[in-house]
């Protein structure tokens, strides 16, 4: 078995595995938060080269944004949201 034997084999299994996930009924655990170190450029300065003029960042540092993910409890499939909606806790109707 050669290497492009191995690539075929890898990618029908690939295929396989794909079709799984798509025919899953998910129903997923709660949410987590884990939040994405993510890379933020911090001041600029001017870079002249010719006639050309352009903003370039001093430097960059890490940030960590605000992420949360639910995995399927059947397959494994993950989903990542970066978005929040507010809810009210506490609060029963009144009559």
């Not at 299994?13 to 655990?29: A, G, L, P, V, Y």
């Not at 080269?49 to 960590?64: A, H, I, L, M, N």
């Not at 992420?67 to 929040?84: A, E, L, P, Q």
Request: net charge positive; charged share 25%; proline share 5%.
């Amino acid at each position: 078995m050669n290497a492009m034997d191995n690539i075929e084999r890898l990618k029908k299994q690939i295929e396989s595995e794909q079709r799984k996930i798509n025919s899953c009924n998910h129903s997923f655990k709660a949410a987590v938060y884990n939040p994405e170190t993510v890379r933020e450029p911090y001041g600029s300065h001017l870079v002249n080269q010719g006639s050309d003029v352009w903003c370039e960042p001093d430097g960059y540092r890490d940030v960590e944004k605000n992420r949360w993910t639910k995995t399927c409890i059947n397959c494994g499939f993950s989903v990542h949201t970066y978005k929040t909606q507010p809810i009210v806790v506490g609060y029963e109707p009144k009559f």
